[in-house]
């Protein structure tokens, strides 16, 4: 993975390689000038899967002042994307630990409630995520 800066990157390239995508998410950026403000335009692409072929390319383009701020907002919206469009891989890893709060919502109890089953999937996995996740910045 190309050291971009910031955890949205990493954090997305570790739930894309765990849900199998052999590579990183390509990411292209520049800088440039409108009517004298310094802007940047960052496209990041998530090619199609090569073993799932009914999941389309994610592609997301973010105008901003600065690219390294960019890159992270076009991770997020992308992971924020693959997670809506595929929740079912992201529960299936270490991810899926960290679901939004909703305690209305039956199955987030249920998540929960039995959390220990979960870990115990990938306990490794479990821990590794958890450690990342509290060291963010």
């Known amino acids: 993975m190309p050291a971009l800066g910031g955890v949205s990157p990493f954090f997305l390239w570790e739930l894309l390689s765990a849900a199998g995508y052999p590579n990183p998410p390509l990411?292209?950026?520049?800088?440039?000038v409108e009517t004298g403000v310094r802007r940047c335009s960052v496209t990041m692409n998530i090619l199609q899967h090569p073993l799932n072929p009914g999941w389309p390319a994610i592609v997301t383009q973010v105008i901003?002042?600065?690219l390294i701020d960019s890159w992270e907002v076009a991770?997020?919206?992308a992971l924020t994307t693959f997670c809506e469009k595929h929740p079912l891989e992201v529960v299936l890893t270490p991810f899926?630990?960290?679901s939004t709060v909703n305690e209305d919502d039956p199955l987030w109890q249920n998540?929960?409630?039995?959390?220990?089953?979960?870990?115990?999937?990938?306990?490794?996995?479990?821990?590794?995520?958890?450690?990342r996740c509290m060291n963010c910045e």
């Open 27 to 32: 990411y292209e950026g520049y800088d440039f």
């Open 64 to 66: 901003g002042h600065r």
């Open 75 to 77: 991770a997020i919206k």
């Open 96 to 98: 899926g630990l960290f």
């Open 111 to 131: 998540m929960m409630d039995h959390s220990d089953i979960f870990a115990g999937l990938d306990a490794a996995g479990a821990i590794r995520t958890s450690a």
